[in-house]
């Protein structure tokens, strides 16, 4: 157990007045654990309680491993796993996280009707909010390989190239860097790129298309994302217009990146240069998201979202403009919250690229 981050959502119980959670997802289970399991179909779930307590229960299957501070309560396929979670529990309010599968919540309701299950995601997303230093550093090198195969896909860029080769090339080296699992590797050419989250297909690439390039993966169970457009052989006046709008949406955004003011903020100043510019309608999202164990984390980097910056956040800044039927920009760079402003985890240029 990681004892530090686990008094620390015991704080954010305290705060969100719960005495008893279940913590059920893979990421806060590794992040209290150290434990990666995707339980799939099976039961997972770690009980904390306000007393100290903390007990695992898995399936053997997962061949949980004592811990010193964690019982392991475990069961195999033919056991009712709920019924031995239900044993635990203590009467009252019980926070459950927002995703336990109702197979598994219907069944404690039944064997302990007195229990009160509430939503109880809060105390984990206080908590991984805010990345450590271990986290913040894994974050770094994942962003590194980004970087670099952002930089691999861009030299792909010639003659004859498809979206599906880029893209495919991009997951090739994500697998040869040591990602968990696949990710995603957005290759979108042309007016595909007016669709930001087009999927690659089999678009050749010609003269004057721009090329999204949007690619991330987990490294170390910690996610990498980032976003460079380019173009190819020619960029049009409106191409370069565009591209230079967003590149400034982009750095306005992380200029005013610091602890102490609401994402909003940082949505609106990358929106305010857009619109400025006469795009605001082909500005079709909000400015990013939080990232971490998971690809999108809360909170949201929206014109709505009052939740105030703090050191440890990461999220991205990721302005574009869409064009429907001609093309599409978008930057994407992820960012730490520090105590004075942010680090720009992605250290790839953004200079305009036209791609000979
Ligand atoms: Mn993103």
């Known amino acids: 157990?990681?004892?530090?981050?686990?008094?620390?959502?015991?704080?954010?119980?305290?705060?969100?007045?719960?005495?008893?959670?279940?913590?059920?997802?893979?990421?806060?289970?590794?992040?209290?654990?150290?434990?990666?399991?995707?339980?799939?179909?099976r039961m997972m779930a770690l009980y904390l309680d306000d007393s100290g307590r903390v007990v695992f229960f898995g399936n053997k299957l997962f061949g949980l491993q004592p811990q010193e501070g964690m019982e392991v309560v475990e069961h195999t396929d033919s056991d009712d796993p709920v019924a031995q979670l239900a044993q635990t529990v203590a009467p009252g309010v019980l926070g459950i996280d927002e995703t336990w599968p109702s197979r598994f919540l219907i069944g404690l309701m039944k064997h302990r009707p007195d229990v009160?299950?509430?939503?109880?995601?809060?105390?984990?997303?206080?908590?991984?909010?805010?990345?450590?230093?271990?986290?913040?550093?894994?974050?770094?090198?994942?962003?590194?390989?980004?970087?670099?195969?952002?930089d691999m896909a861009i030299?792909?860029?010639?003659?004859?190239?498809?979206?599906?080769?880029?893209?495919?090339?991009?997951?090739?080296f994500f697998k040869e860097k040591g990602c968990d699992k696949l990710g995603f590797s957005i290759v979108a050419m042309g007016a595909n790129g007016a669709d930001p989250h087009h999927d690659a297909d089999d678009t050749v690439l010609k003269e004057g298309d721009s090329i999204v390039i949007d690619i991330g993966a987990p490294f170390n169970h910690y996610w990498c994302d980032m976003t460079r457009t380019v173009f190819y052989k020619t960029a049009s006046e409106e191409q370069r217009k565009?591209?230079?709008?967003?590149?400034?949406?982009?750095?306005?955004?992380?200029?005013?990146?610091?602890?102490?003011?609401?994402?909003?903020?940082?949505?609106?100043a990358a929106r305010k240069v857009i619109e400025d510019g006469g795009y605001g309608e082909y500005f079709t999202h909000r400015t990013g998201h939080s990232i971490g164990m998971k690809?999108?984390?809360?909170?949201?980097?929206?014109?709505?979202?009052?939740?105030?910056?703090?050191?440890?956040?990461?999220?991205?800044?990721?302005?574009?403009?869409?064009?429907?039927?001609?093309f599409g920009v978008r930057i994407e760079d992820l960012v730490l919250v520090t105590e004075d402003g942010c680090e720009v985890l992605n250290k790839y240029p953004k200079d305009l690229i036209v791609v000979e």
């Open 116 to 150: 009160q299950p509430v939503a109880g995601s809060l105390p984990v997303e206080q908590a991984t909010m805010y990345k450590d230093e271990e986290e913040r550093q894994r974050m770094r090198e994942a962003s590194a390989i980004d970087d670099a195969c952002v």
């Open 295 to 326: 690809e999108h984390e809360k909170p949201p980097v929206a014109s709505d979202c009052d939740v105030i910056a703090r050191p440890g956040m990461v999220f991205s800044i990721e302005p574009g403009i869409y064009l429907p039927g001609k």
């Open 1 to 41: 157990m990681n004892q530090q981050r686990l008094n620390l959502i015991r704080e954010n119980m305290k705060k969100a007045g719960l005495h008893q959670i279940i913590v059920t997802e893979t990421e806060p289970v590794f992040y209290l654990t150290g434990i990666w399991i995707a339980p799939m179909e």
């Open 242 to 268: 565009v591209y230079e709008l967003v590149r400034q949406a982009n750095e306005a955004a992380i200029a005013a990146v610091k602890p102490g003011l609401p994402l909003r903020e940082f949505d609106l």
């Open 155 to 172: 030299h792909s860029v010639k003659a004859g190239a498809t979206e599906r080769e880029i893209s495919t090339k991009v997951e090739n």
